[in-house]
């Protein structure tokens, strides 16, 4: 019943930066891994970061150095924010989140029990 809501996205200019956020009313975020993806037209769906539980982080190579994920316990969100933003990175974006993670570390493959709708980000001139 209850579900992730993506937050953020629109349209950035190349080289700009933009902050998503990801909400779940209902449950305690930090009680989960949570992943953010992606996903272009014709293309497989993409891990772009992750938290996980214990606070381990990771970052996909087409992000490296230019992202950045953290917990904002206050708010029960996740927070991704991303700069130096390419037209590659247009894409659906998605937030994700683990139950029962069996790791210490959170995971850049879809593998993830609930997801949200996603928000769209268009980087173009």
């Known amino acids: 019943q209850s579900r992730l809501v993506e937050s953020g996205g629109g349209l950035v200019h190349p080289g700009g930066s933009l902050r998503l956020s990801c909400e779940a009313p209902g449950f305690n975020m930090s009680d989960y891994d949570i992943g953010w993806f992606r996903q272009a037209p014709g293309k497989e769906r993409e891990g772009v970061s992750c938290?996980?539980?214990?606070?381990?982080?990771n970052y996909g190579e087409t992000v490296r150095g230019r992202a950045r994920i953290r917990r904002d316990k206050a708010k029960n969100t996740v927070v991704l924010q991303m700069f130096s933003l390419k037209p590659e990175d247009t894409a659906v974006y998605y937030c994700a989140a683990n139950a029962n993670p069996r790791l210490p570390i959170c995971t850049l493959l879809p593998h993830y029990d609930y997801w949200g709708q996603g928000t769209q980000v268009t980087v173009s001139s």
């Open positions: 938290i996980s539980v214990t606070g381990n982080l």
